[in-house]
């Protein structure tokens, strides 16, 4: 049975493009593995904390010498790293918000990534034998000839810390220019079908 951890993103409910565009590669995941597990990670629905004072005094120092203070510091993190460990796809759903993931999606990174547990200590990745896709809706158009090219971050970033952690297999699906379903130019159908019918990446990003 294979298992897909799903990380959804956007406050935005059925308005939002990217979770719209997710939906469509989630039914096709299901068609592809009818008795597939999907396990959601919604954080639009439950925000996580943000890294600690404490919780850095837990992470340097080495589990053996943990006290029960430190275990309880950690127990969030370690329950993502489990998740995201148990998982066989991983299937990340965003918005761009200034250019960047929002800061949501960047404080469950600053919890997948842990020394020990998906990066090694000699900084290889320690996540092997997941494939990722990542869907990402903005506002804006990055692509070749845009004059804001050079501002198209957040696909990068999302390859780059996946890669770090050891995922090397990273489809990004580019939802580009989702304001024009918000200003009524496109419908959400259209531009789903646009973007997710027949599969597109940004292999470069
Ligand atoms: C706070 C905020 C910041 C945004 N910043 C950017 C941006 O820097 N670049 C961009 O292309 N779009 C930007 N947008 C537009 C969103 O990326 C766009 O509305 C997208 O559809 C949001 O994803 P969602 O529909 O899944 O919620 C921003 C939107 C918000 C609300």
């Given at each position: ?5 799903l ?7 059925t308005t939002?493009?990217?979770r719209?565009i997710?939906d469509?590669?989630?039914s096709?995941w299901?068609?592809a593995n ?8 919604d954080l ?7 890294v600690?004072a404490p919780?850095l005094?837990a992470y340097?120092t080495p ?6 203070d430190?275990k ?14 148990d ?7 965003t ?6 993931i929002?800061a949501?999606?960047k404080a469950?990174?600053d919890?997948i ?5 998906t ?5 290889s990745?320690?996540?092997?034998g997941?494939?990722?896709?990542v869907?990402i809706?903005s506002g804006?158009v990055?692509g ?7 501002r198209?971050i957040a ?7 996946l890669n770090?952690i ?14 024009s379903v918000?200003?009524?130019e ?7 079908e646009?973007h997710a019918?027949?599969l597109k990446?940004v292999?470069a990003a």
């Amino acid at each position: 049975m294979s298992r897909l951890l799903l990380v959804q993103t956007s406050p935005r409910g059925t308005t939002s493009v990217s979770r719209s565009i997710t939906d469509r590669l989630v039914s096709e995941w299901q068609t592809a593995n009818p008795r597939g597990q999907i396990v959601v990670r919604d954080l639009a629905e439950s925000a996580l904390p943000n890294v600690t004072a404490p919780w850095l005094a837990a992470y340097f120092t080495p589990p053996e010498a943990h006290t029960a203070d430190m275990k309880a510091q950690l127990a969030l993190s370690d329950a993502l790293v489990q998740e995201l460990l148990d998982a066989d796809e991983l299937l990340i759903s965003t918005p761009v918000y200034n250019y960047n993931i929002p800061a949501s999606l960047k404080a469950w990174v600053d919890h997948i990534v842990r020394k020990g547990l998906t990066l090694g200590f000699d900084g290889s990745g320690l996540v092997k034998g997941k494939k990722a896709t990542v869907v990402i809706a903005s506002g804006g158009v990055y692509g070749e000839g845009s004059p804001i090219a050079d501002r198209n971050i957040a696909p990068q970033y999302m390859r780059l810390i996946l890669n770090v952690i050891g995922i090397t297999d990273v489809s990004i699906l580019h939802g580009e220019g989702a304001k024009s379903v918000d200003m009524g130019e496109a419908t959400m159908e259209e531009f789903v079908e646009r973007h997710a019918g027949p599969l597109k990446q940004v292999s470069a990003a």
